[in-house]
């Protein structure tokens, strides 16, 4: 990969090219007896170099403005340390990149969730790592809407941008050997939520990902010298080869469960609208490659933890023909009010991988399980966040929908408002209150709530609390000053030594 430094890229951002891996995979020696160790396509201390740059590279393609290594004020008043920013219009996005040789786990993701979260509303989180992540960080990040990316995904988002063929609107595209699109653009950009006539779906793209499925059998007859007898180890399995690097999938059981639990059509056509894009990433077809690493991995499979009693060579690795596979995606950003959100499903199982947009992020699951999880019900037509109806609810009078970080409650009806029918505060108390339960004082002519109007005892006239004296130490009474209570006053002096006794009580 090549190209032209932008305005928005650094000096070190140019000419940032991937190692040749082409040539190295096809001087393996396939009848070699001692199996490879299965390692990553891309090498290690090369992509270590480069690490930064090729991610900030992807979203340069896709038409962002990236910069590294900045320094983003938050809500707290402390800086964040943001590895990559990449903004695009509305689309603000935090990036971090991890290029470590074990998975992230779950502490990381928690740091820099925190980041995001200070950074405001507007911003999401993109979490990139070499390797993969644990499966509680993985969990972690989908709880908080943080999308991560591991070695496969920033693959697939390479060749996407960079190597992948775009249809136009128009156009029909033919497919061999692709699983069903069997959710359409209709069913993938469906809104749960209340407003969703005023979100909008900013991008769509189906992607048709080029895989190959193997089927293979062991088959290993071997003298057993502890029981002196001739034995046979027999296993078999499914490995599923990325076409665009021919490189094993691993770590990924959603993507190899839609391989495996799917057949694909022999020929899938597919007509173009103005909404989306179709992208048919082209596979870089290398034969012996692929059937050397699949085999590699198979042994090391099979070897890893626990030592056979021989030696598994690669021709004791039997592969079918193997079944080519285009694997559809769905990538989905939705604007809502001018906050970004993105959406990943797999088109043929509708398995989703990503849905920032439907789940509620101050809610959480129990080891994978959505018990806990509560569905959004609408975004905040303020600042764009989706919530539960625990975190947001309706202005009472325009029926807007709003956060609770911009609901305004009435201090004494306590009905939810939005900033533009809740103004007014109490005189007294410096709360809101709305207007049905703000009142004038006929005396002071202040604005107050109408929980701190009394009444008068004598004369049954309203007035707030300050224009109120108040006698009694157990039935208390309330009289206008300088009025009403002088009067009483004198009525209880002309009663005698009784009459105050009375007042008193």
Not at 326 to 340: E, H, N, R, S
Request: charged residues 30%; neutral net charge; hydrophobic residues 30%.
């Amino acid at each position: 990969m090549s190209s032209e430094a932008t305005p928005s890229q650094t000096e070190d951002t140019a000419n940032i090219s991937i190692p040749d891996i082409e040539s190295k995979k096809s001087t393996v020696d396939d009848d070699s007896d001692q199996p490879e160790s299965y390692t990553p396509k891309i090498d290690i201390q090369t992509l270590g170099k480069n690490f930064e740059n090729v991610l900030e590279q992807i979203y340069n393609s896709e038409g962002y403005i990236t910069q590294k290594r900045q320094k983003v004020a938050g809500k707290s008043g402390y800086t964040n340390e943001i590895d990559i920013i990449a903004i695009k219009k509305n689309d603000k996005i935090a990036i971090e990149c991890k290029n470590y040789l074990s998975p992230v786990g779950i502490e990381k993701i928690r740091d820099f969730s925190e980041k995001v979260r200070d950074l405001g509303t507007q911003w999401r989180g993109v979490f990139a790592s070499y390797t993969t992540f644990t499966q509680d960080a993985a969990e972690f990040a989908k709880d908080r809407h943080i999308e991560l990316l591991s070695q496969e995904e920033i693959k697939e988002r390479l060749y996407t941008s960079l190597s992948g063929r775009a249809s136009i609107q128009g156009d029909k595209i033919y497919i061999e050997d692709a699983l069903p699109v069997n959710i359409d653009y209709l069913g993938v950009t469906e809104l749960q939520l209340k407003n969703k006539n005023k979100i909008t779906v900013n991008s769509a793209r189906l992607i048709f990902h080029p895989y190959i499925i193997y089927k293979y059998e062991i088959k290993k007859a071997y003298f057993d010298k502890q029981d002196k007898t001739s034995r046979v180890y027999k296993k078999d399995g499914v490995v599923i080869v990325d076409l665009l690097d021919n490189d094993v999938i691993t770590h990924d059981p959603k993507k190899e469960n839609e391989i495996i639990n799917n057949k694909p059509v022999k020929s899938l056509s597919i007509g173009i609208d103005q909404n989306y894009r179709v992208i048919k990433l082209e596979p870089n077809y290398n034969k012996q490659a692929f059937i050397n690493i699949g085999k590699s991995f198979v042994i090391e499979k099979h070897t890893k933890g626990g030592k056979l009693p021989f030696v598994l060579r690669k021709s004791d690795v039997i592969l079918d023909i193997g079944q080519p596979v285009y694997m559809p995606k769905w990538d989905v950003l939705f604007d809502a009010f001018g906050k970004i959100y993105k959406r990943e499903i797999l088109a043929c199982s509708g398995e989703e991988i990503i849905d920032t947009i439907a789940y509620c992020p101050y809610h959480t699951t129990i080891f994978g399980s959505k018990i806990l999880m509560r569905n959004n019900i609408a975004s905040c037509e303020e600042c764009g966040e989706a919530f539960c109806n625990s975190h947001g609810t309706q202005c009472s009078v325009c029926n807007k929908w709003i956060c609770k970080d911009h609901t305004i409650t009435c201090s004494i009806c306590k009905r939810p408002f939005c900033k533009d029918h809740i103004k007014e505060s109490c005189s007294y108390c410096k709360d809101y209150a709305c207007s049905d339960c703000l009142v004038t004082c006929p005396t002071c002519n202040r604005t107050i709530g109408k929980n701190h109007l009394l009444t008068c005892d004598h004369c049954g006239q309203p007035n707030c609390e300050k224009c109120m004296s108040q006698e009694g130490l157990l039935l208390k009474k309330h009289y206008c000053k300088n009025k009403c209570d002088l009067i009483v006053k004198e009525e209880t002096g002309k009663k005698g030594i009784f009459g105050k006794l009375i007042k008193k009580i």
